[in-house]
């Protein structure tokens, strides 16, 4: 593990917009005290250092927007389809729900789920050929390509998706696991 340098803080903070009186105030320490690490007058305790970190990884996570993190690849069905289709796409790339759109429009939405529980009613046959309108489900909430991420985390927590619309149109998808990808990046 190598330590930032005075130059690596004072190039970050600066990229993130931050002043040393900002920095300072988040860390809970003094603006003379960003000032001497920064400069290298001082080599900051290792407790201090860790807060600056914090401070920025903060700063980083509240920048993220929608744009950052959302699929530019719509997969979508049509409510015309048949749920054979849905299932079939849902294997072919690995997801498990899928906006139901026509014409650049949201209608509903498809998953696992919502199949699994209709062939517990009826028969598999029959289920294949249904028409993907008769088996969905609500719509994935939408959103601007400029939402932030604590908007989006707070709607995921009770949707699976959801849809990022520009001019009216579906131009990307955030899932939950996208938002996951945040920590380990």
Do not use: W
Request: charged share 25%; with cysteine.
């Amino acid at each position: 593990m190598q330590l930032p340098t005075p130059a690596d803080l004072k190039r970050k903070r600066m990229e993130l917009g931050l002043t040393q009186s900002d920095l300072a105030r988040s860390a809970g320490v003094s603006q003379p005290l960003i000032a001497r690490i920064e400069s290298g007058d001082v080599d900051p305790r290792l407790s201090t250092l860790r807060k600056i970190i914090e401070v920025f990884e903060n700063v980083e996570k509240e920048d993220v927007c929608v744009k950052d993190i959302m699929n530019s690849t719509v997969i979508s069905v049509s409510p015309e389809q048949h749920v054979d289709a849905a299932v079939h796409i849902m294997k072919e790339y690995g997801i498990s729900q899928i906006p139901v759109i026509s014409d650049g429009v949201s209608f509903g939405s498809i998953s696992e789920e919502m199949i699994v529980k209709s062939l517990s009613d009826k028969k598999k046959a029959f289920v294949s050929n249904m028409q993907i309108k008769e088996i969905m489900g609500d719509p994935f909430p939408t959103v601007s390509t400029n939402s932030d991420i604590k908007t989006v985390s707070y709607i995921l927590e009770t949707n699976p998706a959801i849809l990022v619309i520009e001019n009216g149109q579906a131009i990307g998808v955030v899932t939950k696991h996208d938002v996951m990808k945040l920590l380990s990046s």
